[in-house]
Structures are given as structure tokens and as C-alpha cells.
């Protein structure tokens, strides 16, 4: 892409004025090329009768008479001058001029003044009041652009059991507007609908009564919790064999990151935040904080975590890196027990196709699918957590060969991948989390603007078919007056057959 010649970014009105100004220069020049001739014919022909501008010079220094070919020579350029007015020179000043004074009506315009960080808009380039007349396609991410960029933990899918009693989301909204009757149907399979303010913030307190009967919730954050339900808190409490792998799943979450930790707040050492590479990371690791497994602090290959109110530390002896081929992240670690866990967190068609299948697990993994499915539904990013538990001889045997993977000098990526791959099957699935991520303020007024300007808005997003619609009506890029085409294929000749029909 970057081989190609560099596309022009001059606006329209310029390459509209630069060759109207070249076509009059070429008839200026024409002009004066006419007049340089008839005067030099002119001058040849009556020079001698002594008639007027035939090149007769009667006073100066030299006297005597000039050549026809000096008097067209004269004539040319003196016709240059006297044309000259056909070049409309003044025009690139008026041009500039307005597009200075349109840019600062711009910037005092009120309507795009932003009172939370006190800025007005700033145009950076005079040519920006063309562009806004000539714009007919937007094309758009989702993530970051759409969106907010700032997640928040809504629900999870621990051992088959859904937990989280989230606020309507966007794409919940939007799912009204497509289907006016629809209904969540993770929510209303569970508990009911999706609640609002007053249910989340009595949810908030049940859960937090019942955490410092259990453990001391010095950790968890102060403000509003994104991710609540009593419920959670109660099974910690009860014990039995689902604390446990809510234990394990909130585990896999404080430990498998690259997340640091800072305290912003020295007087208040219990109050953390975590900085991560990408907020899907940090909001995962909050979450499993305000469920009493604080991510305190890495020390080396020791990663210190609280868990329900005891310190842990566990020994990180791999971590082998998410990337968007692999669509996974795993950390191989020591328990304190001295066990060897590998824990793998990634996108469920990455995970399932690597589970160790049993019949015991087949329920999990059914009721795991339909939790995921509706949280897809509502618009929420998911995550799939499986682990698996491996004997010292099998690490030691791995651990060889992915050391020498690592210290290849060619195709060292693909390398360790494949090795990678051998110590990340027969895992067992511990669940899924549900990440929200809002839309920016404005956001579905400025589509719908847009629309109405005759602008044709494209989003790219990477989410299942039925939440990207949702969206699409939550942001109201789609209607429901609209006719949606779907199409699914794999190559070129299908998606061209899909349109045809």
C-alpha cells in the first residue's frame, strides 16, 4: 500500500481553479503572440512611410528604427502587461481569505465547544471547509471510535453459572429500536431483565455486606462497582465446589496479564489502579479485585496476589504473549502448593477447539455457549478462561523445547507458536467474562446527522452478526424503514453470487 504514488490532498476548489488559471495564461499568451506578430508585419511593411508605432524611433539616444522582429519582441510583453487582468490573480486571495475567515467562525462555533476538557475545535488545515462540502463516504472503526475505549466488567459465566447485574447496555437499546418486543435473552432466561440505577446500587451494597462477612474489602474500589450480584458473594460464602472455581476463575484473571500496578494516592496504599497495554486487560484485573483477588504487585517471576484476604504468591515461569494471530494469552505458573497450572484466556472459537473433551464437561460447555451467545447479543466483548494442570516432567520437556524455539534466529515467531500450541490443548473450560463497552456521547445524533446530510457512514467491527446489527440501530447507522442484506462467504466469487440474488 505504502509503494503506491502519494494521493493528492489539495480540496476540490483548488484543482478546479488551477487549470482554469492555466487555460487563461495559455489565451493570454495566445493574445499576445497575435499582437507581437500583426505588430511585426505592421512594422515591416509601413516602417518606411513613417506611420504611427511602426518602429520609428524620433527620440532618445539611439534614434534611426528598430526591426520588425525588436517590435514584436516590445510588443509581446507589452501586451503581457496590458492583458495581464485575465489571469485572475486576486482570486487566490478572496479564496484564502474566506477560508481563513470561515475557519474562524469554526472555531468560535459554540455547538463544537467541549465544556469537560474546556477546548474548542481548532482546524488545522484552510482546505477544511472544502473537505466538509465534499465528503460523501465515512468509514469507521468500532473500538475507540464509536466507542469509548473504556471497558467495564459487566458479567461472567463461572462453571456454567451466569453472574452480573448490569445496567441496560447500549446495544440493549438498540435491540428495542429493531425489535420493540425483544427482550435480553440471557436476562430473562436468569434473573429478569436487565435493571436500572436504583436495582444496581441495591445489588452493590448486598454484595458488599455479604464480601466483609467473608474477607477484609480493603482492596475493593470505593466508587460505583461496575460488575455486581450478591449472588457471587454468597457461593464465596457458602463454600462447596462452585467457591471453588470462582476461586480459580478469579485467579486466572489476577495473574494472567501484564498489567502494573500504581497508587495513585500514597496515603492510601489499598486504593490501586491498574495500567495496562489495552483497557480490555485492566478491566478484567479490576474486576477480579472488587471480587476479593487483588492483583497486588510482580516481583520478578513472582506475581503477589490477595485472595479473599490471604497473600499469594505465584511463580510466572512463562508467559507466552497474545497476538492477533494466536487470539490467546497464557501464563504457565507455580502454585504455592508447588502444583504446575497453565491458565488461558482468549476468544471462544480459540479456546473450545483446544478443550480436553468429557462428559462431564459437556454441560458446562453447553450452558458456557449460550451465556456467551447472549452476551454477544448485548453487545458485551467476550473472553473464554480455560486452565490445565501439567506434571513437572511434562513442563521440563516443553520448557527445553520452547527455549530452543525462543533462541532460533529464523522464522523464531512461528516457532514459538507451534510450541506453544502443545502445552495449550486439553484444557478445561472455566468460563467466560463480558466486557461493555459504551458508545461516546453523541454518537447515534451525529450518525443520524450524517445520514441526513446524504453521507454514507461504513463501520468496520469484529463482533458476531447479530450484535453488530444491534449496534448498528444502538448507533442508528440502521433503521427500521431499512432493507439489511446479509451476507456470509468466504471468498470473492460468493460474496459477488450472494449480491446478485
Known amino acids: 500500500l505504502n509503494s503506491g504514488s502519494t494521493p493528492s490532498k ?12 492555466l487555460v487563461n495564461f495559455l489565451l493570454l499568451c495566445v493574445m499576445c503572440l497575435v499582437c507581437a506578430i500583426v505588430a511585426g508585419i505592421y512594422s515591416a511593411t509601413y516602417v518606411h512611410t513613417g506611420a504611427p508605432f511602426a518602429g520609428w524611433l524620433e527620440r532618445g539616444f539611439r534614434g534611426g528604427m528598430e526591426s520588425p522582429a525588436y517590435t514584436a519582441f516590445v510588443t509581446f510583453f507589452s501586451s503581457m502587461i496590458v492583458f495581464q487582468t485575465i489571469i485572475p490573480i486576486a482570486l487566490y486571495i478572496s479564496v484564502d481569505v474566506s477560508k481563513t475567515y470561515q475557519s474562524f467562525m469554526i472555531y468560535l462555533d459554540n455547538e463544537m465547544y467541549d465544556e469537560e476538557s474546556d477546548k474548542r475545535v481548532a482546524p488545522q488545515s484552510w482546505n477544511l471547509c472544502d473537505d466538509l462540502g465534499q465528503i460523501e463516504y465515512i468509514f469507521s472503526d468500532k473500538t475507540g471510535t464509536l466507542t469509548c475505549n473504556m471497558m467495564d466488567f ?13 445496567v441496560e447496555t447500549d446495544v440493549e437499546r438498540g435491540r428495542k429500536k429493531r425489535e420493540p418486543d425483544a427482550k435480553s435473552p440471557v436476562s430473562a432466561k436468569d434473573d429478569g431483565p436487565a435493571g436500572g440505577d436504583e436495582e444496581h446500587d441495591e445489588a452493590e451494597r448486598e454484595m458488599r455486606k455479604i464480601m466483609a462477612e467473608v474477607y477484609d474489602t480493603k482492596f475493593v474500589q470505593k ?40 497508587v495513585p494516592d500514597e496515603s492510601q496504599p489499598t486504593q490501586m489502579v491498574y495500567k495496562a497495554q489495552s483497557p480490555d486487560e485492566a478491566a478484567l484485573v479490576s474486576a477480579a479485585r472488587d471480587s476479593g483477588f487483588a492483583f497486588l504487585r510482580r516481583r520478578e517471576n513472582l506475581c503477589v496476589v490477595d485472595v479473599l484476604g490471604e497473600e499469594r504468591c ?17 501464563v504457565v505458573m507455580r502454585r504455592p502448593e508447588g502444583e504446575i497450572v497453565v491458565l488461558t484466556k482468549g476468544a471462544d472459537s480459540v479456546i473450545f477447539e483446544r478443550l480436553k473433551r468429557s462428559e462431564g464437561s459437556k454441560g458446562v460447555l453447553e450452558s458456557t455457549e449460550s451465556h456467551l451467545e447472549g452476551f454477544a447479543n448485548e453487545g458485551l466483548r467476550t473472553l473464554c478462561l480455560a486452565w490445565r494442570v501439567i506434571s513437572e516432567e511434562h513442563y521440563e520437556s516443553w520448557r527445553i523445547k520452547y527455549d530452543s524455539a525462543k533462541a532460533q534466529l529464523e522464522d523464531r515467531d512461528a516457532a514459538v507458536d507451534a510450541v506453544a500450541e502443545e502445552i495449550e490443548r486439553d484444557l478445561t473450560l472455566m468460563g467466560a467474562t463480558a466486557i461493555e463497552d459504551k458508545l461516546q456521547e453523541g454518537v447515534p445524533e451525529c450518525v443520524d446527522t450524517l445520514s441526513k446530510a446524504g453521507i454514507k457512514v461504513w463501520v468496520l ?9 444491534n449496534i448498528g440501530f444502538a448507533c442508528n447507522l440502521l433503521k427500521r424503514d431499512m432493507t439489511i442484506i446479509v451476507v456470509r462467504s468466504g471468498d470473492l466469487e460468493e460474496t459477488e453470487r450472494q449480491l446478485g440474488e
Do not use: W
Open 314 to 330: 505465584y511463580t510466572i515461569l512463562n508467559v507466552l504473549e497474545f497476538n492477533s494471530d494466536r487470539k490467546r494469552m497464557s
Open 223 to 262: 466508587g460505583t462497582l461496575p460488575f455486581v450480584d450478591p449472588k457471587l458473594a454468597q457461593h464465596i460464602k457458602e463454600g462447596g465446589n462452585q467457591a471453588m472455581r470462582i476461586r480459580e476463575f478469579f485467579t486466572l484473571l489476577a495473574v494472567c496479564h501484564t498489567v502494573l500496578v500504581e
Open 10 to 21: 489539495r480540496s476540490k476548489i483548488d484543482r478546479q481553479m488551477n487549470p482554469q488559471v
Open 154 to 166: 459487566r458479567k461472567c459465566s463461572i462453571n456454567g453459572v451466569m453472574y452480573g447485574k448490569g
Open 461 to 469: 467491527t469484529g463482533d458476531k452478526m447479530e450484535t453488530a446489527i
